[in-house]
């Protein structure tokens, strides 16, 4: 998926609803293994602002994917076959580990990485 390009251009969301709040534009696996996203949020809108402003301040600090599953009956079994990815969503905490938003572009410019988040306010100084 990631090697033929299949991600680009896939619809990004907020919390796997709404209208698109921006787009993939391009998908690598990092040297862990792991895949990583960069995505554009389309702020001139009103949504696309808010999301945006989700992320800057920590409250949507996770991503998730929302896909459909091909589901074939096979010896009186149900077999999940192939994923259909229909878009990645900006959430509040994702339901697999690992799946963090790790940097954005700040408005007044350069790329800001976020700390490792265990939870969604843990961006927060609270001391």
Not at 67 to 88: C, P
Request: include cysteine; charged fraction near 20%; glycine fraction near 12%.
């Amino acid at each position: 998926m990631v090697a033929s390009g299949q991600l680009k251009g896939i619809p990004v969301k907020t919390e796997h609803t709404g209208n698109e709040v921006g787009c993939v534009v391009s998908s690598f696996i990092d040297a862990s293994g792991a895949l990583q996203c960069v995505m554009e949020v389309d702020e001139s809108t009103v949504e696309g602002s808010i999301a945006g402003g989700f992320v800057q301040d920590g409250i949507a600090a996770d991503l998730s994917l929302g896909y459909t599953v091909d589901v074939q009956h096979s010896d009186d079994r149900l077999r999940a076959g192939y994923k259909n990815l229909l878009e990645i969503s900006l959430v509040r905490k994702g339901a697999r580990r690992g799946c963090h938003i790790s940097a954005f572009e700040s408005p007044v410019g350069g790329v800001v990485f976020t700390a490792s988040r265990e939870d969604t306010w843990g961006c927060f100084d609270l001391r």
